[in-house]
């Protein structure tokens, strides 16, 4: 391999639970020595992103969506299947993996509620997604069915979790939550299904989701709420902002370690959309979201071990990749205080309510896949053979 484009990473890594000295990749490559001030931890993964793409490339595109995720230290993605055209049969399941393939992140696509049943034996999917949209077309002895067949197949069944029988004149309370997460607890008994919630904003729900689902919060849920963040077209997004005292409720059933698994819902829309008189639903948060969570950490609200259980390790046996440094997986942090701005956003979405807010810890670089990408557009190759000192 050329010396010249090949790079060995020495310092501080967070690896097993511990700080620990490493050094990543072989001998006879330019070494960066990491001074303190920096750590290297392992690949965040973020199971619940909209990369867009196809009809909707004018909000974002998967090229772009990928390197908005490697700015901010994420190396594995889940993407959602509500684009243009919605993702429901196996070819377009197959056709939307083969182009993530080619992405420098690692992939994986939930896949839409199929009309047909018989698609899902076809595309064998990792997960299906049900959202609102879905109970209300094709009901809920529908949903039920996917259910017990995702339970036959081995696919996750992860819900938007909102029944929009309590949705009315475009308001969604948090009772259509804590409904749809009764009435899936029912189903989940009965089909044998393995369910995961997205986005819950209830700690309600996290109580009530244990022994029968996963669960996992995003960091507007965490952070914003219908106080602190009051601009209409940014502020918008599905399930609602909750009030401060269910948003403090919810950080505080993160502190106590009873969430599985941190995930933005990166959700990109242009911003003539954001702008405009009846702004879509969307939060823009991949490039940020670890720095928050990393800033929550220095708060005190968790431990550095929680961070990592919370959006690298746990998320990554959800997506089934490999996110450990030593395998070449891995992002570096430097330990500093910042204040986010939507401008230096790498993604086309970069608007984003929480601008201004101070979080911890800029991404530097991300490695995955034999690459090391650094934040200023630099890419060096990683040669195997790494260890702990
Ligand atoms: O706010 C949201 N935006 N919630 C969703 O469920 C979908 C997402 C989107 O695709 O924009």
């Given at each position: 391999m050329d010396a010249g484009r090949c790079i060995r990473v020495e310092g501080r890594a967070y690896l097993g639970g511990r700080l620990v000295r490493v050094r990543i990749g072989a001998a006879g490559c330019k070494t960066l020595q990491l001074p303190r001030g920096f750590l290297i931890l392992p690949g965040m993964v973020d199971i619940h992103v909209h990369f867009r793409d196809w009809e909707l490339a004018y909000k974002e595109t998967l090229e772009g969506g990928a390197r908005a995720a490697l700015a901010g230290g994420v190396v594995a993605v889940g993407d959602m299947p509500n684009v243009k055209p919605f993702i429901r049969t196996a070819e377009l399941y197959r056709k939307r993996l083969e182009e993530g393939a080619r992405l420098p992140v690692i992939y994986r696509l939930h896949m839409g509620v199929p009309e047909d049943l018989s698609e899902l034996e076809k595309a064998r999917p990792l997960s299906v997604k049900v959202y609102p949209e879905d109970i209300e077309t094709y009901g809920w002895g529908h949903v039920e069915r996917v259910m017990k067949e995702c339970a036959r197949l081995e696919c996750a069944v992860i819900f938007h979790c909102e029944?929009?029988?309590?949705?009315s004149d475009g308001e969604r309370p948090p009772e259509a939550e804590l409904r749809c997460a009764e009435r899936v607890r029912a189903l989940a008994a009965l089909t044998g299904a393995r369910v995961h919630l997205a986005h819950v904003t209830l700690p309600q729900v996290v109580e009530m989701s244990r022994g029968w689902a996963s669960v996992d919060v995003t960091p507007h849920h965490l952070l914003l709420d219908s106080e602190n963040c009051r601009d209409r077209g940014l502020c918008l997004v599905n399930p609602r902002l909750r009030t401060p005292e269910t948003r403090k409720s919810l950080l505080a059933a993160l502190a106590a370690g009873l969430v599985d698994i941190y995930a933005t819902d990166h959700a990109p829309h242009a911003a003539h959309e954001k702008r405009s008189e009846s702004p879509p639903p969307g939060v823009c948060s991949i490039e940020i979201a670890l720095s928050l969570l990393l800033r929550m950490w220095k708060a005190g609200v968790l431990a550095l071990e929680d961070a990592v259980r919370l959006y690298s390790y746990r998320p990554a046996r959800f997506l089934r990749v490999d996110a450990d440094p030593l395998s070449g997986v891995f992002t570096i942090v430097r330990l500093e205080e910042f204040r986010v701005q939507g401008?230096?956003?790498?993604?086309?979405?970069?608007?984003?309510?929480?601008?201004g807010m101070l979080a911890f810890g800029r991404v530097v670089a991300t490695a995955v896949g034999g690459r090391v990408y650094f934040r200023d557009g630099e890419i060096y190759e990683l040669a195997s053979a790494s260890r702990a000192a």
């Open positions: 029944d929009p029988a309590y949705f401008n230096d956003f790498i993604g086309a979405c970069k608007l984003t309510p929480f601008e």
